[in-house]
């Protein structure tokens, strides 16, 4: 059995990601990153629900010590921003995460527990101009990267199995897998209740809209409402 390591943030995609590797059979190795965002607790929440969920055994917290010294309104104390529908195509919209902070500890975490594998739950929707580390080319990159600062070229290789997959067609997967969504956190403000309001939220409704699956999530403000 192949052992991987899946970037679990408790989110829709990430979520889908994991029981859909677990349905191929994987050994699954699931990490998450405590850097001081906002919704910690409820990502984590998540995160131990989804680990329970499948009876796996072996898990990683990593704490990213320098992170919340990074202004960002990811990070607590920092207004999040309202979002909305046209502002998908706005770069200067999106609240994105460096990526490539956490890739050493990915890549240690991956050898450490001798797996071949490290897998992020990245859709088709992002966009060089809106997500760029969260693309195909920051994957192509990133493997260079890896390959460059280890003796064995085939030590760890990064993938992303749901890259082409949309998020509203990945919610349709997770549909089809039974993935109990009403589990999955995807709100900026980490409140126990989703705002319906920041760009998680946003995109979380949004995706399940176009899917045109019934959305279990209770938000502060509805809408996209077309099931």
Known sequence: MRKIVVCLTGGVDSATLLIYLKKKGYELYP???????????QERKAFEFFVNFLGIQQKAIIKVPYANKIIHAHISGIDVPEFREEDLLNHQKHIQIAQIDFVPYRNFTAEAVSAK????????????????????????????????????????????????????????????LNVPYEKTYSCFRGKDIHCGRCEGCVKRKLAFSEARVKDPTVYEVNGYERV
């Open 31 to 41: 990490i998450f990153f405590d850097y001081g965002q906002r919704a910690l607790f």
């Open 117 to 176: 594998e490290v897998a992020f739950g990245f859709n088709a929707d992002s966009t060089l101009d809106t997500c760029p580390d969260a693309t195909q080319e920051f994957l192509d990159k990133l493997q260079q990267v890896i390959d460059l600062s280890v003796l064995d070229r085939e030590a760890v290789k990064v993938t992303a199995p749901l890259i082409n997959y949309t998020k509203s067609q990945i919610v349709k997967l997770g549909f089809e």
